[in-house]
């Protein structure tokens, strides 16, 4: 994929939208859902990077084809503070041509995107966010 789709998400809390080609790289995006299992395990790791690489990496959330409740609860449940949107259709999922979670999406800083369809543990996603973003982290 060569940019993010021309989609806005409203923010999770609160009543902003943001526009994902607005999104300017070096970002990741990862897609997640409450109800999928993998997303739960692999959601602290981004909160992780999230919090590692403040000022130099902008991390995204995109709670998917949930329901907001559920989602708010894993969240809070899952110490998440990073920025999230929801996406209750699933819209970026299938405009991205997936059907399934958790996605992860890598920009660089010239908005070239990079889509990683399966789950990451802390050192490969250290590996593709130095590789796609031009961020160095630590594992």
């Known amino acids: 994929m ?3 789709p021309d989609l806005t ?4 809390t609160g009543d902003d939208q943001v526009s ?3 999104v300017r790289g070096p970002a990741v995006i990862n897609l997640w859902a409450s109800w999928c299992g993998p ?3 692999e959601l602290p790791v981004m909160q992780s990077l999230a919090d590692q690489t403040a000022g130099r ?3 995204l959330g995109v709670d998917t084809g949930d329901q907001r409740d559920k989602g708010a609860s894993f969240a809070v449940d899952a110490g998440v ?4 949107l929801f996406d209750e259709k699933s819209t970026l999922l299938n405009n991205l041509g997936r059907i399934n ?6 920009v660089d800083a010239g908005g070239k995107t990079y889509v990683h ?3 990451l543990k802390a050192p490969e996603l250290a590996e593709l966010v130095g590789t796609h973003t031009g961020v160095t982290v630590t594992p």
Do not use: Q
């Open 81 to 84: 503070r990073m920025p999230t």
């Open 2 to 4: 060569a940019s993010l």
């Open 57 to 59: 990496l902008t991390v």
């Open 9 to 12: 998400l409203p923010c999770f």
């Open 117 to 119: 369809p399966l789950p």
């Open 20 to 22: 994902l080609r607005e």
């Open 39 to 41: 997303c739960r395990a």
């Open 101 to 106: 979670l958790p996605i992860t999406l890598f």
